[in-house]
């Protein structure tokens, strides 16, 4: 089974592409990364949540979904 994920940034982001709500996307993006970013992860797991941030920050709404998924799993 799958573990969940209790980060309130990540379940907030979550939520906001769920929802497709692209007024709020930005803020919790970036609420997102500052979070990784103060947070104790190995530097090599932050450079490739950067990567996939940046990648899911730039792509398609629809594959949103996707990114965030990848993104989840390095968090764990």
Do not use: W
């Amino acid at each position: 089974m799958a573990k969940t994920i209790n980060l309130p940034e990540y379940v907030e982001l979550k939520n906001v592409v769920d929802n497709r709500d692209e007024l709020r996307f930005i803020v919790a993006t970036n609420e997102f990364f500052e979070v990784i970013q103060n947070s104790n992860l190995k530097p090599e797991r932050k450079l490739v949540i950067y990567d996939l941030i940046s990648k899911f920050s730039n792509c398609h709404q629809q594959e949103r979904a996707k990114y965030l998924k990848k993104i989840g799993k390095y968090i764990k």
